[in-house]
Protein backbone atom coordinates (compact mmCIF):
# COMPACT_ATOMS: atom_id res chain seq x y z
CA UNK A 1 0.00 0.00 0.00
CA UNK A 2 2.91 2.73 0.81
CA UNK A 3 4.53 1.89 -2.54
CA UNK A 4 0.88 2.81 -4.45
CA UNK A 5 0.90 6.07 -2.38
CA UNK A 6 4.39 7.28 -3.12
CA UNK A 7 3.58 6.19 -7.32
CA UNK A 8 0.29 8.64 -6.70
CA UNK A 9 2.35 11.12 -5.12
CA UNK A 10 4.57 10.93 -7.89
CA UNK A 11 2.19 10.89 -10.49
CA UNK A 12 0.55 14.05 -9.12
CA UNK A 13 3.95 15.85 -8.74
CA UNK A 14 4.40 14.78 -12.46
CA UNK A 15 1.24 16.56 -13.49
CA UNK A 16 1.41 19.62 -11.56
CA UNK A 17 4.49 20.39 -13.17
CA UNK A 18 3.48 19.55 -16.62
CA UNK A 19 0.40 21.80 -15.77
CA UNK A 20 2.84 24.32 -14.57
CA UNK A 21 4.83 24.31 -17.97
CA UNK A 22 1.98 24.63 -20.27
CA UNK A 23 0.31 27.26 -18.58
CA UNK A 24 3.93 29.27 -18.69
CA UNK A 25 3.83 28.53 -22.77
CA UNK A 26 0.59 29.75 -22.42
CA UNK A 27 1.50 33.35 -20.66
CA UNK A 28 4.48 33.44 -22.97
CA UNK A 29 2.36 33.54 -26.23
CA UNK A 30 -0.35 35.68 -24.68
CA UNK A 31 1.94 38.55 -23.22
CA UNK A 32 3.20 37.82 -27.21
CA UNK A 33 -0.05 38.44 -28.81
CA UNK A 34 -0.90 41.33 -26.30
CA UNK A 35 2.34 43.33 -26.96
CA UNK A 36 2.13 42.47 -30.80
CA UNK A 37 -1.50 44.15 -30.82
CA UNK A 38 0.10 47.05 -29.20
CA UNK A 39 3.40 47.58 -30.79
CA UNK A 40 0.97 47.46 -34.55
CA UNK A 41 -1.38 49.66 -32.98
CA UNK A 42 1.57 51.95 -32.40
CA UNK A 43 2.94 51.49 -35.68
CA UNK A 44 -0.45 52.41 -37.79
CA UNK A 45 -0.88 55.18 -35.89
CA UNK A 46 2.67 56.12 -37.06
CA UNK A 47 2.02 55.63 -40.19
CA UNK A 48 -1.22 57.05 -40.68
CA UNK A 49 0.87 60.28 -38.88
CA UNK A 50 3.59 60.31 -42.01
CA UNK A 51 0.67 59.82 -44.66
CA UNK A 52 -1.19 62.94 -42.97
CA UNK A 53 2.25 64.67 -43.01
CA UNK A 54 2.76 63.65 -46.50
CA UNK A 55 -0.84 64.79 -47.53
CA UNK A 56 -1.53 60.85 -49.19
CA UNK A 57 -5.11 59.72 -48.26
CA UNK A 58 -4.03 56.25 -47.52
CA UNK A 59 -4.49 55.58 -43.99
CA UNK A 60 -5.93 52.80 -42.19
CA UNK A 61 -8.07 53.03 -39.15
CA UNK A 62 -7.57 51.62 -35.61
CA UNK A 63 -10.12 49.56 -34.78
CA UNK A 64 -10.69 45.70 -33.09
CA UNK A 65 -9.75 44.48 -36.61
CA UNK A 66 -6.38 46.19 -37.29
CA UNK A 67 -5.29 45.46 -33.79
CA UNK A 68 -6.19 41.86 -33.92
CA UNK A 69 -4.83 41.45 -37.60
CA UNK A 70 -1.88 42.87 -36.22
CA UNK A 71 -1.33 40.65 -33.16
CA UNK A 72 -1.74 37.65 -35.38
CA UNK A 73 0.30 38.25 -37.82
CA UNK A 74 2.42 41.05 -37.38
CA UNK A 75 4.30 43.52 -39.07
CA UNK A 76 3.40 41.85 -42.22
CA UNK A 77 -0.22 42.13 -40.93
CA UNK A 78 0.15 45.79 -40.63
CA UNK A 79 2.05 46.30 -44.53
CA UNK A 80 -1.16 43.57 -45.34
CA UNK A 81 -3.58 46.35 -44.33
CA UNK A 82 -1.96 49.23 -45.77
CA UNK A 83 -1.86 47.13 -49.16
CA UNK A 84 -5.22 46.20 -49.35
CA UNK A 85 -6.12 49.80 -48.32
CA UNK A 86 -3.86 51.09 -51.47
CA UNK A 87 -5.59 48.55 -53.59
CA UNK A 88 -8.98 49.71 -52.41
CA UNK A 89 -7.67 53.79 -53.55
CA UNK A 90 -6.53 52.09 -57.28
Given at each position: ???E??A ?11 L ?11 I ?48 L ?10
Amino acid sequence: MEKEGWAIIGVIICALGLLFIALKKRSEWLINFILRGIMSTIGIYVINQIFIWQNLSCEVGINPYTVFTGAVFGAPGVILLYGIRLCSIL
